[in-house]
């Protein structure tokens, strides 16, 4: 796994555990020679998470639409800053560029890039590892959820949503290295039609 990319907030949110397990998870990355791939802001948790792995010798690779670029003060620090045309290119280069996803909290923005991976997993269009950061239970509602849905029959068996889950910031990297590796057959790029 060469780089992840991490969906979350450009707010750091109330609790200020979220910051900390976002700057913690920087640093995880750039230890362990994995880049990062994110939403290119310097803002709340995604400038966080960006200026934690930089800090700590890492390589970052924003994606940020030019219509965002001053609203979320575009971090330029990074080693690839990539300024794109509209949010579908940009959810576009950062799935071609990252091995697998992890969404921290966040707000609307986050939740639909998530889903659309969870989405794009369950329809078979690819098989990389997704992985939701339930810290301090924040994604308990959306599991409760999408449990819901499976109980009432809308998520059936072999159309399964699969996503792993880890409540603390230290199990992140060993899980979705463990499911990048069992995957066998992997089908890691999206076709032309999607």
Not at 16 to 40: D, I, Q, S, T
Not at 132 to 155: E, K, S, V
Not at 174 to 183: D, E, F, K, V
């Amino acid at each position: 796994m060469a780089n992840i990319c991490v969906y979350c907030g450009s707010s750091p949110g109330h609790d200020p555990a979220f910051l900390r397990a976002a700057e913690r998870f920087g640093v995880l990355l750039a230890e362990n020679g994995v880049g990062l791939v994110y939403g290119g802001g310097n803002l709340g948790l995604m400038g966080a998470i960006a200026r934690a792995t930089l800090g700590a010798g890492g390589r970052v690779t924003g994606i940020i639409p030019g219509f965002l670029a001053r609203r979320e003060h575009m971090l330029e620090d990074v080693q690839e800053l990539l300024v794109v045309d509209d949010m579908h290119s940009r959810k576009r280069l950062m799935f071609e560029k990252a091995d697998a996803f992890v969404a921290f909290p966040g707000g609307v923005g986050t939740l639909e890039e998530l889903v659309e991976q969870l989405t794009w997993v369950q329809l078979g269009r690819h098989d990389k590892p997704v992985l939701i950061a339930d810290l301090q239970g924040f994604w308990a509602p959306l599991l409760a959820l999408l449990d819901h849905m499976r109980d009432t029959g809308f998520i059936r068996a072999p159309y399964e949503a699969r996503y792993l889950v880890c409540e603390e910031v230290e199990d992140i990297l060993p899980a979705l290295h463990a499911a990048y590796a069992a995957q066998v057959h992997p089908r890691r790029n999206l076709p032309q039609q999607f």
